[in-house]
């Protein structure tokens, strides 16, 4: 018998690459064939999809809950206006307050850590509404009322050019940062983690660490499409709005319907949540009722999400983020899965 070999999946990996390298320049080249109604629509698809994909990489592979990730959005949202307002560049500004926004993470992992399960997924929420009456007390920052930046590229068709490609490129870091992440040995620990936290920590893995890692970049994810959805608005319409409970409601429904624990499933659920949302906004109170029906029809028929059905029962994956071992044969054939 040969030597185990694990198999990485790179060839695959490289053939996703390219694809995705392609698509990516179709859609920076788009919008000078498309309307500003037409890309200012695609800009909240980019932030949607990087919405989900961050939400899916915390709970989906870390196993944390969240239902307060609006923090970093409203955090994200407000910080522009104060690098802002230090005379940055809007755009350089939208970066700088992620980053920074990202740094806070940090210290607030250590006090959400101590929470496990329903407790944290609760504590989360309680985050955000602390950082929300904190903001409030800014007079600097609107306090209740809301604010428009005030340093801004005046020209309204290169501002919503600008706002598009932050955004197109927010949804792009988020995504290569999800698979490269899940593809190393951070990857394989998040996945051990979620399935037993007490055996992975028994393996030697720095679990709090990794969990740490996920929970800062998420973190930071969000605090980027904040930033967007304040570049997009000029400015934030309210404290309330900002950091809305609705935003983590949103995300659970996009992972769920796409697939949770899938590369894929996040931005198809992105995809068919913007689609309903573009169609069906209008119907007020009745689109909410079909957004819950659908969810709870997915949930029973389709438990593991549409495209965590498709691969299961196809063996399709689009981005391959697994190992394989492969054991050779004792007659000398060639190795197998």
Known sequence: MGPIRVNHNRRRMMIAV???????LFLVVAPMGLSPATT?????LFYLIALATAWNLLAGYAGMVSVGQQAYIGLGAYGVFVVNDWGVNPYLSAVIAAVIVGALALPISVVAFRLRGGYFAIGTWVIAEAARQIVVRFESLGAGRGRSLTTYTEDPTLRNLFTYWLALGVAAVVIAMTVRLLRSRTGVALQAIRDNEVAARALGIRVNTTKRIVFVCAALAAALVGAVICLQAIGVASPGQIFGVNYSAFMIFMVLIGGIGTVEGPVLGAVIYFVMDFYFSQLGLWYLVVLGLLAILVTLFLPKGIWGEI????????FPITRHVEIPADDGDPATP
Do not use: E, H, V
């Not at 390219?18 to 990516?24: D, H, P, R, S, T």
């Not at 200012?40 to 909240?44: E, L, P, R, V, Y």
């Open 18 to 24: 390219g694809g995705a390298l392609a698509l990516l």
């Open 40 to 44: 200012s629509a695609w800009i909240k």
């Open 311 to 318: 691969s299961a029962r196809f063996s399709l994956t689009l």
